[in-house]
């Protein structure tokens, strides 16, 4: 009996130490950015208003009708981004630095998984809006992405369980 409690001796640190320095690397992108950073990935988001340049596009009460056909924003941790523009899924790639600095491996666009049907402006003008975005950031139940100069802005409302 005393052999088992020395081998238990010996394995246990051994076996805590593995255990514990597997759960310290920062490898996994919420530990190395901070939570608040990927905390958008956790919700889907339903655009409210977009202001792209030349275009600005607010929150309609057709829009509070029709929901799903809203543009929407859903991501990942392990880096991508899907949604709808309205008409057609898109799909990209995105990646986080500090400070919610957001940049587009593969920016944003329609896939071509099956159907496409033409975009319409609001569809069109959303894409282009999204792969200039460089700056993410949640605040409660909105997510706003930006570009350095604000002249591009999106603003997403959070989707409820009661909205799916």
């Not at 655009?47 to 809203?70: A, C, I, P």
């Not at 700056?135 to 802005?153: K, P």
């Amino acid at each position: 009996m005393p052999q088992y409690s020395k081998r238990l001796q010996l394995i246990l640190p051994i076996a805590l130490s593995l255990l514990l320095s597997g759960c310290m690397t920062t490898d996994h992108p919420a530990q190395a950015l901070g939570q608040s950073d990927w905390s958008a990935c956790d919700h889907a988001w339903v655009l409210s208003n977009m202001v792209d340049g030349e275009h600005t596009y607010q929150y309609q009460l057709l829009w509070r009708k029709f929901w799903r056909d809203r543009p929407f924003f859903t991501c990942d941790r392990f880096g991508y981004v899907r949604g709808s523009g309205g008409i057609n899924p898109y799909l990209g790639r995105f990646s986080l630095a500090g400070h919610g600095e957001l940049s587009w491996p593969l920016p944003p666009d329609i896939s071509r998984m099956g159907k496409i049907y033409p975009s319409d402006a609001l569809e069109t003008d959303y894409l282009r809006a999204l792969r200039n975005t460089r700056f993410l950031e949640v605040m409660g139940d909105q997510l706003i992405l930006r570009n350095s100069d604000e002249s591009t802005l999106l603003e997403f409302d959070r989707v409820r369980d009661t909205m799916r």
